[in-house]
T-cell receptor, first 117, second 116 residues
Framework: AQSVSQHNHHVILSEAASLELGCNYS??????LFWYVQYPGQHLQLLLK??????LVKGIKGFEAEFIKSKFSFNLRKPSVQWSDTAEYFC???????????????FGTGTQLKVEL | NAGVMQNPRHLVRRRGQEARLRCSPM?????VYWYRQLPEEGLKFMVY????????ESGMPKERFSAEFPKEGPSILRIQQVVRGDSAAYFC??????????????FGEGSRLTVL
């Protein structure tokens, strides 16, 4: 079974600082990778996703992530964070396409990001 | 275009009571997923349903928990004889049928269950 690790549980940054959140997964086959964001009091929203092709994926709000297959990683980055980026960020993997599990996603434990003014 | 609708948003139950959580998927979506989020933990998959079928319930506790997605009406997650450890946020997500499997899930705002 696949698993997802997010090593940073709490991150505090000042506005304009650069962000990188780590995500590693364990699954040897073909996977689809996602970053979801949950703003305070809201539902999870898709930030970006990787299926195939260019390993550098650009998402909404200036976020991007790089898929490095050899490292089983899919780290999230943003060059300059804003106060409005304060939220919880979840990395997820879907190997369900191969196992018949549909769109079943396996999530990491999440990273709580707080951006201070 | 309504998103995934969950109700109730907040539910308080005493130990031993039953909890019923409802989820209406996005229009046109026929696949429903339930996840549970415990404090300081990520979202844990519970069950994946299509209309009138449970496809994958590998994440469901063996006892007290059940889920259904009838032909008509919302999907329901039912927890019988709740215990304090059931206190959590329960999220429903949906995805469309066909179009290939895009892998993206659309989430509701969650139902927060508190067991006293």
């Amino acid at each position: 079974a696949q698993s997802v690790s997010q090593h940073n549980h709490h991150v505090i940054l000042s506005e304009a600082a650069s962000l990188e959140l780590g995500c590693n997964y364990s699954y040897g086959g073909t996977v689809n990778l996602f970053w979801y964001v949950q703003y305070p009091g809201q539902h999870l929203q898709l930030l970006l996703k990787y299926f195939s092709g260019d390993p550098l994926v650009k998402g909404i709000k200036g976020f991007e992530a790089e898929f490095i297959k050899s490292k089983f990683s899919f780290n999230l980055r943003k060059p300059s964070v804003q106060w409005s980026d304060t939220a919880e960020y979840f990395c997820a993997v879907n190997a369900g396409i191969l196992t018949g599990g549909g769109n079943k996603l396996t999530f990491g434990t999440g990273t709580q990001l707080k951006v201070e003014l | 275009n309504a998103g995934v609708m969950q109700n109730p948003r907040h539910l308080v139950r005493r130990r031993g009571q039953e909890a019923r959580l409802r989820c209406s998927p996005m229009k046109g979506h026929s696949h429903v997923y339930w996840y549970r989020q415990l404090p300081e933990e990520g979202l844990k998959f519970m069950v994946y349903l299509q209309k009138e079928n449970i496809i994958d319930e590998s994440g469901m506790p063996k006892e007290r928990f059940s889920a259904e997605f009838p032909k008509e009406g919302p999907s329901i997650l039912r927890i019988q004889q709740v215990v304090r450890g059931d206190s959590a946020a329960y999220f429903c997500a949906s995805s469309p049928k066909g179009q290939g499997i895009t892998g993206e899930l659309f989430f509701g705002e969650g139902s927060r269950l508190t067991v006293l």
